[in-house]
């Protein structure tokens, strides 16, 4: 069974660029969603996909916005980057449903200067 | 709003001695917990997790945690810590209809030899 794998592993960026962030889901999972970790604090959520459609969001702007592909991979992109928006980027990925546990992968490391 | 407090940023435990983790949980309707670790570096690895039914549930690498919905907590307990137990803890809760897990700030767990 392969596990959830994201890519890149650490990244580097500038205020006001774009990044982007990908996410291969583990086997039989349908259902991607991403959290930002910050320093010494837990993950936060940023939103869920599924069947291709946003499922759900936090309270994360518009500048976040994501994809989910046919074969439930899923893209993280971050518009007009910002200091603050340094983090770990973690997806997981899981069965469709409230009660299906979550499996995350090791997560992007963001920094931007 | 559902939320999650782990009272104890940080915790010390000798190798060999047990230890406790405490999570209080904020949650509208019947909660599904979750426990994760993290090592530095790493994703979360999903220790436990409780749905419903018997109210101590047995995890992975000898963790078990207690459900008492009177006190709105799901501590994590070991009884023999090892050195390799040294990791973040979070504590995390979500719902049936709930897309998103909501975690706890973590707990740090040093042991010392």
């Known amino acids: 069974e392969t596990g959830v794998t994201q890519s890149p592993t650490h990244l580097i960026k500038t205020r006001g660029q774009q990044v982007t962030l990908r996410c291969s889901s583990q086997?039989?999972?349908?259902?991607v969603s991403w959290y930002q970790q910050a320093l010494g604090q837990g993950p936060q959520f940023i939103f869920q996909y599924y069947r291709e459609e946003e499922n759900g969001r936090g309270n994360f702007p518009p500048r976040f916005s994501g994809l989910q592909f046919p074969n439930y991979s899923s893209e993280l992109n971050v518009n007009a980057l910002e200091l603050d928006d340094s983090a770990l980027y973690l997806c997981?990925?899981?069965?469709?449903?409230?009660?299906?546990?979550?499996?995350f992968g090791d997560g992007t490391r963001l920094s931007i200067l | 709003a559902q939320s999650v407090t782990q009272p104890d940023i940080h915790i010390t435990v000798s190798e060999g001695a047990s230890l406790e983790l405490r999570c209080n949980y904020s949650?509208?309707?019947?909660?599904?917990l979750f426990w994760y670790v993290q090592s530095p570096g790493q994703g979360l690895q999903l220790l436990l997790k409780?749905?419903?039914?018997?109210?101590l549930v047995q995890g992975i690498k000898g963790f078990e945690a207690e459900f008492k919905r009177s006190q709105s907590s799901f501590n994590l307990r070991k009884p023999s810590v090892h050195w390799s137990d040294a990791a973040e803890y979070f504590c995390a809760v979500g719902g049936n209809d709930d897309y998103k897990l909501s975690f706890g700030a973590g707990t740090t767990v040093t042991v010392r030899a």
């Open positions: 949650y509208g309707a019947t909660p599904y």
């Open positions: 997981a990925s899981s069965s469709f449903g409230g009660h299906q546990p979550q499996h």
């Open positions: 409780y749905f419903s039914g018997d109210t």
């Open positions: 086997s039989g999972h349908n259902t």
